[in-house]
């Protein structure tokens, strides 16, 4: 089991109400792990949305927390339902309707990495998938819930901000079309999961950069966004997926040459982000 579920990086005095996190950007790869994997210590970081974390770690300084997993997406899928095991992975788990996510293998704990290579040789006791969940899954998560509950009774809503990175060629049909390829993909899931104009504004921070941003497609947001976004309680949850070619060596895995520039950048729209979240005064100043 990786030491810690989770890393939170706290702002000396919370002054927004967004949230921001990454749960895909975990890298403590146990070594029980890497002894039952049939893939290398390279291959087996393909799914890792790799130095997001590093991205976003800014946000304590704006004011604002940053939840990130420790134990890595091939190990635990934090963006997944907790009952979304795969019976074609996990021993003892019968099918139960069609879940794509689980059909292609990336349930809660995934069967493959990037590109359909399977992680195992063959199925993982029930158990094991269970204490996974147990360990990592569930503190993660009533950490986030936590975060999400303190800043709307600071300040009367809470914005999640969810942060991955998507490979280069998954907006490749985009760029097919004729259109710009977009550098960063908002997920709202169609509308749903947060109130439009904390969306605009999300959206706005990034086109402000200089980002060509694109809204829900070919990624309107999974698990997360689902379970978190209930704006008509004042809960706004939004998926941001960052083009990792910008920032980082897709096949070597390595921040490039532009990582650091791309990561000042950044800084200023976290901190317009960050801005959204206080629009309200804190409630406990009334």
Request: include cysteine; aromatic fraction near 8%.
């Amino acid at each position: 089991m990786p030491i810690e579920p989770f890393h939170l990086e706290s702002p000396g005095l919370r002054t927004s109400s967004v949230v921001f996190a990454s749960p895909h950007s975990g890298r403590d790869y146990p070594w029980s792990f890497l002894r039952h994997t049939v893939l290398d210590e390279h291959a087996i970081r393909s799914s890792e949305d790799a130095y997001v974390d590093r991205l976003f770690d800014c946000a304590p300084a704006c004011g604002a927390p940053l939840l990130h997993a420790g134990a890595p997406r091939a190990y635990v899928d934090l963006n997944r339902a907790a009952d979304e095991f795969d019976p074609a992975l996990i021993e003892g788990v019968r099918r139960s309707g069609h879940n794509p996510r689980v059909a292609s293998g990336l349930g809660v704990v995934p069967r493959v990495v990037a590109n359909g290579r399977a992680i195992y040789r063959g199925k993982i006791p029930r158990i094991e998938a269970e204490r996974r969940v147990a360990g990592i899954w569930r503190p993660y998560h009533d950490k986030l819930k936590s975060l999400m509950t303190e800043g709307h009774m600071l300040f009367g809503e809470a914005i999640l901000v969810d942060c991955h990175s998507m490979p280069h060629e998954a907006v490749e049909g985009v760029a097919r079309s004729g259109q710009p390829r977009p550098e960063i993909v908002i997920g709202d899931r169609f509308g749903a999961s947060a109130a439009p104009e904390i969306v605009e504004r999300i959206e706005a921070a990034f086109a402000g950069a200089g980002l060509v941003v694109a809204r829900n497609a070919p990624f309107a947001g999974a698990y997360v966004t689902q379970a978190y976004g209930r704006p008509q309680r004042g809960h706004h949850a939004v998926q941001v997926e960052i083009d990792r070619a910008i920032y980082m060596d897709e096949r070597t895995i390595r921040p490039n040459a532009n990582f650091q520039a791309f990561r000042r950048l950044l800084r200023g729209v976290v901190g317009e982000i960050a801005e959204i979240g206080r629009s309200a005064q804190p409630l406990a100043a009334e």
